[in-house]
């Protein structure tokens, strides 16, 4: 990695030794030249490529192709934000229609943009829409919630477990529901969703779970704007880290942790109104 002033065209304005996360950049007083220390201890933020205005800052990891002007002409309004956030629910009432390529491939786009810790950038997506597929995740799901629910009750394992798992016992009446459901013929893992994304990061990622989530969202919000029904696959994430065996990596041949979920499909009907959550719980110091 490098990391170049252009002299020429630097104005000194500082702006690029402000944003910098790792101090890299330096300036002693304003308007004197841009210097530059501990190159090596760069995260590749590109903070300093993207606030130039004179494009004077060359820096390896950001040639001409990766630097784009924003149109924030076009950016929502604080208000229009806010209406997505209200709009946006865990509808699990879907149509049989699958959901367009180009609307996953844009939730996709829209994760991979969301940040992580120190700019890592080491989430990584699986995109299952072939129904096959869809089925044995389901099916491992549930596979795994049986056999958790048959060591717990295990009598010589039962008056221990709740020292081994705290809450373990508790557990199962969930899961027994959640089983009896599936096995029924409903769909209790997935609803009858068309599309899963899976987002998973390397096992030695120190923020992998925290990366993950925050895609997730970005992700989240993004399929509310395009009208795309989404819910959080939270029991398949519950028997992912059950299963030591790892089945459903080892299905897609994901490497590394899966840290989330989202099941996706077309809403069967859009939610007219929304309700008010439970009053903020917010303490300021």
Known sequence: ????????????CGKCVKVC???ILTQESPKDEIG????????ACGHCVAICPTDSVIHSEFPVHKVHTLNRDILPTP???????????????????????????????????APTASNG???SFTLVTNPELLKQI?????NTFEATVKKITNPFINPFINLIVPGAKEAV????????????GTDAILRGAKAVLLIHTPSTSNFGRQDANLAYQNASLMAESLGVSQFYTGYVCIAIDMDKKRKLAKLLNIEGTIHAGMALSMPAFKFPKYTDRKELNLTVF
């Open 138 to 142: 389901a099916e491992i799901t549930i």
């Open 36 to 43: 530059l220390r501990n190159i090596q201890t760069c995260i």
């Open 21 to 23: 996360p790792a101090y």
């Open 173 to 184: 009446p969930q899961l027994n529901a959640v089983i009896s459901k599936h096995r029924s």
């Open 1 to 12: 990695m490098t990391i170049d002033i252009d002299k020429e065209t630097c104005i000194k």
């Open 79 to 113: 208000d229009q934000v806010m209406e997505l956030c209200r709009a946006r629910r865990s509808n699990r009432a879907f149509l049989s229609s699958p959901v367009p390529k180009e609307y996953l491939h844009q939730i996709v786009d829209a994760a991979h943009l």
């Open 121 to 123: 950038q080491e989430v």
